[in-house]
């Protein structure tokens, strides 16, 4: 099964409202039956494995994740890692779908202590490909959407996350409703804000966002609750902010992905 990384729209720890896009950074689960299980399983994948062995009597099986994104960088590798295992054991042990990939996935990813939210956001974006509007509060997918065409989206790749105070990010409830309500109307407007409001509440650097809005991105910030940041241009006028962020690193180009419409019902 194949999902896919992604960017924050609006960040949905502070009211638990959240946004997410997909874009074209792949990860592949594969699985295979084994006689014991991998003692290097993330926490995350292993909370999975036991629950479905557990609710379905499966045997033990050991999973092959091939990812274009990095781990632990705000752009969504957990979700997609964990929406495709899921898909992957639905399918080959022929179960009848117990809840939608990206809802199991949310339950059980706070379960394993990985996420405060559930990220269902991240989790139906990277699953379904498009835009995500989600209440992760209530485990709802208020909406999906297809992304802008001919934006170009540029990342600026940061490993191995910091440990993010939450408290800091919930003093901003309002803040951030208000935020989602605005990505109704203009996603554009939304990340630009909720990145740089991220930036500024976990203390990351803005020089990068700073120069990629002087440069003309239509939108720039912190993804997820960083490390990494992100860059949006109209096709053809990627050049100079891409230039700006390679002062900072190796930039990745990519595209929003569309929703795709062979996966299940939402």
Known sequence: MRAYG???IVNAIPCWLGSSAAVDLKIKVSIEETRERDPSESRLVKEILDFFEKRWNI???KVKVESDVPSRSGLKSSSAVSVALIHELYSKFLIEKYLSPPKLSAILSIKAGVSYTGALDDAAASYYGGISFTDNKYLKILKMSNPPKDVVVMILPRGDRPNVDLNKLKQF???FAGI??????SIFDAMR???TLIAEILGYDKTPI???IKRG???AGISGNGPSYFALSKEGEEGPIYDSFKKFGEPILTRFVELEGDNQTI
């Open 173 to 175: 409830s309002s803040s």
């Open 59 to 61: 045997p033990h099986v």
């Open 217 to 219: 991105a239509i939108a």
């Open 193 to 195: 804000i909720n990145g």
């Open 6 to 8: 992604g960017i924050s």
């Open 210 to 212: 700073n120069e990629a």
């Open 180 to 185: 989602f309500e605005l990505a109704k109307r």
